[in-house]
T-cell receptor, first 111, second 114 residues
Framework: LAKTTQPISMDSYEGQEVNITCSHNNIATNDYITWYQQFPSQGPRFIIQGYKTKVTNEVASLFIPADRKSSTLSLPRVSLSDTAVYYCLVGLSGGSYIPTFGRGTSLIVHP | DGGITQSPKYLFRKEGQNVTLSCEQNLNHDAMYWYRQDPGQGLRLIYYSQIVNDFQKGDIAEGYSVSREKKESFPLTVTSAQKNPTAFYLC?????????????FGPGTRLTVT
């Protein structure tokens, strides 16, 4: 399974755009990239998933360069409620998938 | 409402006692998972099940047991053999155990053993 590396923590201010980068140097051809968000004392929730280039939904954008060795989760105009831990997961599209959550990135948004 | 439920939200037990955490889903999902989370840490996989009557150990299965007799239910028993059982336990489900199937998480059970 591809190992992922993310910053342990990040700080931002309300209204700013936040970009969280995840490195996955040994990503395989069939691997997808998925991001989850977790608030304190709650279970994680799915944010976005992609395979290549750019994916956008109502919550975030996911940018994946051509070599796919990294990905960047972009949160536009964050608010205090975006303070959470963000996890990057990489896994195979085929066969049995065993999701692996690392420590994630703790984002703190300041007023 | 469709979803995944865990009960109870808080659980207190004395050391040496077995305790069973409940997890139920009405999403008609085949796959279910149990995770453990310690303060400031990520989620660690305890057990997962891809189909009824089948389950596999995750990274930290020692001291835990599960059953999957019904599609909707995946209870986790924390046995007295688990050295450090105090933690936040999360149950999840997905349509299938494949990466592009979103995992849905329950609200969690916070277990304290003294």
């Amino acid at each position: 399974l591809a190992k992922t590396t993310q910053p342990i923590s990040m700080d931002s201010y309300e209204g700013q755009e936040v970009n969280i980068t995840c490195s996955h140097n040994n990503i395989a051809t069939n691997d997808y990239i998925t991001w989850y968000q977790q608030f304190p004392s709650q279970g994680p929730r799915f944010i976005i998933q992609g395979y290549k280039t750019k994916v956008t939904n109502e919550v975030a954008s996911l940018f994946i360069p051509a070599d796919r060795k990294s990905s960047t989760l972009s949160l536009p105009r964050v608010s205090l409620s975006d303070t959470a831990v963000y996890y990057c997961l990489v896994g195979l599209s085929g066969g049995s998938y065993i999701p692996t959550f690392g420590r994630g990135t703790s984002l703190i948004v300041h007023p | 409402d469709g979803g995944i439920t865990q009960s109870p939200k808080y659980l207190f037990r004395k050391e040496g006692q077995n305790v069973t955490l409940s997890c139920e889903q009405n999403l008609n999902h085949d796959a279910m998972y149990w995770y453990r989370q310690d303060p400031g840490q990520g989620l660690r996989l305890i057990y997962y099940s891809q189909i009824v009557n089948d389950f596999q150990k995750g990274d930290i299965a020692e001291g835990y047991s599960v059953s999957r007799e019904k599609k909707e239910s995946f209870p986790l028993t924390v046995t007295s053999a688990q050295k450090n059982p105090t933690a936040f336990y999360l149950c999840a489900s997905s349509g299938r155990a494949v990466v592009f199937d979103e995992q849905y998480f329950g609200p969690g059970t916070r277990l304290t053993v003294t």
